[in-house]
């Protein structure tokens, strides 16, 4: 791989907790088990940077234990840190509660994450060969979309992946139409594709989204087991998935785009990665926790040549 994954989305530390049900409003429940792991974008970076793709992490991130424990998870994953810390507040948490049918909820207390400034952010290059990220969430932070707004543009010959989130219909109509217009990928899971093209087809949930995109790009939507949607200019298609009984889907989606990203890098074509991509989020099913990818070894041995 010659390109690089330049991640400009938050890294925050989860506070994941595994219980029989959510409970009641103003009720309790007791965790069966509980962790604390690094998540948000670092998930996305960890299965990238596991099926060999270069790694840079362009986004803010705090100066306390929190920012500590993240930034060493990142540099155990290879993946280098491109901004300085900042000293105004440190990373922020999630609290992710995982039930017994391996559905996850997440309540999000933002920290420095949320602040990326223009003036960091100028000073990482993307080019040529490059895949940048752009999490949905950073067009929810005022500073981190101000941050993108200006440096987007100069960000030439790079591919452009955009994941809108579970917060995408938050996100104001010309705040993402502004940045879907810079856009050469836009990777979404199905209920946000429903839900931001309006329909509840999902073949004409993609063929309206990659209409809001430019030319040449293309849309994938997740579709858990039943694999991704994969649209381009005039054409959508199903890339089959892979059946298996989640034990916990927290993250599932992060692998995804992570392996999604790095196959691309590599040359694969946008179906090629599409598949791998569905196997890695299988895969990531299968174990508990947020950042559970598979290696590249993993997923050759899952997917045999042919």
């Given at each position: 791989m010659t390109g690089r994954l330049v991640h400009?989305?938050?890294?925050?530390?989860?506070?994941?907790?595994?219980?029989?049900?959510?409970?009641?409003?103003?009720?309790?429940?007791?965790?069966?088990?509980?962790?604390?792991?690094?998540?948000?974008?670092?998930?996305?970076?960890?299965?990238?940077?596991?099926?060999?793709?270069?790694?840079?992490?362009?986004?803010?991130?705090?100066?306390?234990?929190?920012?500590?424990?993240?930034?060493?998870?990142?540099?155990?994953?290879?993946?280098?840190?491109?901004?300085?810390?900042?000293?105004?507040?440190?990373?922020?948490?999630?609290?992710?509660?995982?039930?017994?049918?391996?559905?996850?909820?997440?309540?999000?207390?933002?920290?420095a994450e949320a602040g990326l400034t223009a003036e960091r952010l100028a000073d990482v290059e993307a080019g040529a060969g490059d895949v940048v990220y752009v999490s949905g969430y950073s067009l929810l932070h005022g500073p981190n979309r101000r941050a993108l707004e200006a440096w987007l543009p100069s960000v030439t010959g790079a591919a452009v992946l955009l994941d809108p989130g579970p917060l995408a219909s938050r996100i104001p109509r010309e705040v993402l139409d502004s940045t879907l217009s810079r856009v050469d990928i836009l990777s979404t899971n199905a209920r946000e594709a429903r839900g931001l093209a309006g329909t509840d087809e999902l073949g004409e949930a993609a063929a309206v989204l990659i209409d809001r995109l430019r030319p040449s790009s293309a849309v994938v939507v997740r579709d858990g087991a039943g694999g991704c949607l994969v649209a381009t200019g005039g054409s959508v298609e199903r890339v089959d998935g892979f059946p298996v009984s989640p034990v916990d889907t927290n993250g599932a989606g992060d692998a995804h785009c992570g392996v999604l990203a790095a196959m691309l890098l590599d040359g694969a074509t946008l179906r090629e990665a599409a598949r791998r991509a569905n196997a890695a989020a299988a895969l990531s099913v299968l174990r508990s926790g947020p950042a559970t990818a598979p290696t590249a070894a993993e997923l050759d041995a899952f997917l045999p040549a042919g």
């Amino acid at each position: 791989m010659t390109g690089r994954l330049v991640h400009t989305g938050q890294v925050i530390l989860d506070l994941v907790m595994r219980v029989d049900s959510l409970p009641d409003p103003g009720g309790d429940v007791l965790a069966s088990e509980t962790a604390l792991l690094p998540g948000g974008g670092f998930n996305v970076m960890a299965a990238a940077a596991r099926s060999g793709a270069q790694v840079v992490y362009a986004g803010a991130h705090g100066a306390g234990q929190f920012g500590d424990r993240v930034r060493t998870s990142l540099h155990e994953e290879g993946v280098t840190v491109a901004c300085p810390p900042s000293d105004e507040s440190d990373t922020g948490v999630c609290v992710a509660l995982v039930d017994d049918t391996g559905e996850r909820t997440f309540v999000t207390g933002s920290g420095a994450e949320a602040g990326l400034t223009a003036e960091r952010l100028a000073d990482v290059e993307a080019g040529a060969g490059d895949v940048v990220y752009v999490s949905g969430y950073s067009l929810l932070h005022g500073p981190n979309r101000r941050a993108l707004e200006a440096w987007l543009p100069s960000v030439t010959g790079a591919a452009v992946l955009l994941d809108p989130g579970p917060l995408a219909s938050r996100i104001p109509r010309e705040v993402l139409d502004s940045t879907l217009s810079r856009v050469d990928i836009l990777s979404t899971n199905a209920r946000e594709a429903r839900g931001l093209a309006g329909t509840d087809e999902l073949g004409e949930a993609a063929a309206v989204l990659i209409d809001r995109l430019r030319p040449s790009s293309a849309v994938v939507v997740r579709d858990g087991a039943g694999g991704c949607l994969v649209a381009t200019g005039g054409s959508v298609e199903r890339v089959d998935g892979f059946p298996v009984s989640p034990v916990d889907t927290n993250g599932a989606g992060d692998a995804h785009c992570g392996v999604l990203a790095a196959m691309l890098l590599d040359g694969a074509t946008l179906r090629e990665a599409a598949r791998r991509a569905n196997a890695a989020a299988a895969l990531s099913v299968l174990r508990s926790g947020p950042a559970t990818a598979p290696t590249a070894a993993e997923l050759d041995a899952f997917l045999p040549a042919g």
